[in-house]
C-alpha cells in the first residue's frame, strides 16, 4: 500500500532554513509527482509546489518562489522541501500529498502524517 | 490567482441531517474540482475528484456535482464520522488553490 511517512518536526529560528522529507514506498517513485501543502495552525490548506520525481522537475508557487527549494533522490525514493528565511508566519504542519494520476498533476492522493515546523525566536 | 469560497463556514446539523456545501470559484473551472475532508489531527482525505468523481472508499452517501464556478458536496445523511472540516481544491490554474473550508459540527 501507499506510505509517505515524513520526518520530524522541527524548529527553526527567524532567518533560518528548513528541511522536510518523506520517503515514499509501495508504488513506483519516479510515476507519480508529489505535491507540499501547508496548513498554519487553525487555518486552511496552502499549495507550495511540486516536484516530478522523474527527472526532478519542479513547480512552484509565486508566493515561495526564492524560498523554497523542492528535490528528490530516487535511489532512497524520498523527496524533500527546504524553506529558507523562515518567517513567524512559516509555522504550520507541512505535508507532502502524492499526486493521483501517473500523467499529469491532477490531485492529492495519498497524504504524508505532516511535519510540525515552528518558527520561533 | 483563483479564488475559491466556501459556504457556509459552519454547518451544525444533527447525525441523520442532509449537509449541502457549497464552493464558488473566482472565474470558470471546468470540472477540475477536488473536495477533501479533514478530522482534527489528521491529514486531508480527497472525496472527490473532477467534481463528481469519487476517490477510494469515498461513501455512497456522499456526492459531489457542478461544474463551471458552482460546486456542491453534499452528504444524504450525516453519520457520526462525517463531522469534520471540508475543503475544495481547484486544479485548473496555477496556483492550485484551496477554499477556506466548511465545518460541520454536530448540533
Known amino acids: 500500500q501507499v506510505q509517505l511517512v515524513q520526518s520530524g518536526a522541527e524548529v527553526g529560528k527567524p532567518g533560518a532554513s528548513v528541511k522536510i522529507s518523506c520517503e515514499a514506498s509501495g508504488y513506483t517513485f519516479t510515476s507519480y509527482y508529489m505535491h507540499w501543502v501547508r496548513q498554519a495552525p487553525g487555518q486552511g490548506l496552502e499549495w507550495m509546489g511540486m516536484?516530478?520525481?522523474?527527472?526532478?522537475?519542479?513547480k512552484y508557487a509565486q508566493k515561495f518562489q526564492g524560498r523554497v527549494t523542492m528535490t528528490r533522490d530516487t535511489s532512497m525514493r524520498t523527496v524533500s522541501m527546504e524553506l529558507t528565511g523562515l518567517r513567524f508566519e512559516d509555522t504550520a504542519i507541512y505535508y507532502c500529498?502524492?499526486?493521483?494520476?501517473?500523467?499529469?498533476?491532477?490531485?492529492?492522493?495519498?497524504w504524508g502524517q505532516g511535519t510540525l515546523v515552528t518558527v520561533s525566536s | 490567482e483563483i479564488v475559491l469560497t466556501q459556504s457556509p463556514g459552519t454547518l451544525s446539523l444533527s447525525p441523520g441531517q442532509r449537509a449541502t456545501l457549497s464552493c464558488r470559484a473566482s472565474q470558470s473551472i471546468r470540472r477540475h474540482l477536488a473536495w477533501y475532508q479533514q478530522k482534527p489531527g489528521q491529514a486531508p482525505r480527497l472525496l472527490f475528484y473532477?467534481?463528481?468523481s469519487r476517490g477510494t472508499g469515498t461513501p455512497a452517501r456522499f456526492s459531489g456535482s457542478g461544474s463551471g464556478t458552482d460546486f456542491t458536496l453534499t452528504i444524504s445523511s450525516l453519520e457520526p464520522e462525517d463531522f469534520a472540516v471540508y475543503y475544495c481544491?481547484?486544479?485548473?490554474?496555477?496556483?492550485?488553490?484551496f477554499g477556506q473550508g466548511t465545518k460541520v459540527e454536530i448540533k
Open positions: 500529498a502524492r499526486d493521483m494520476s501517473g500523467t499529469t498533476p491532477e490531485y492529492f492522493e495519498y
Open positions: 516536484v516530478n520525481p522523474n527527472g526532478g522537475s519542479t
Open positions: 473532477d467534481a463528481s
Open positions: 481544491q481547484q486544479r485548473s490554474d496555477w496556483p492550485w488553490t
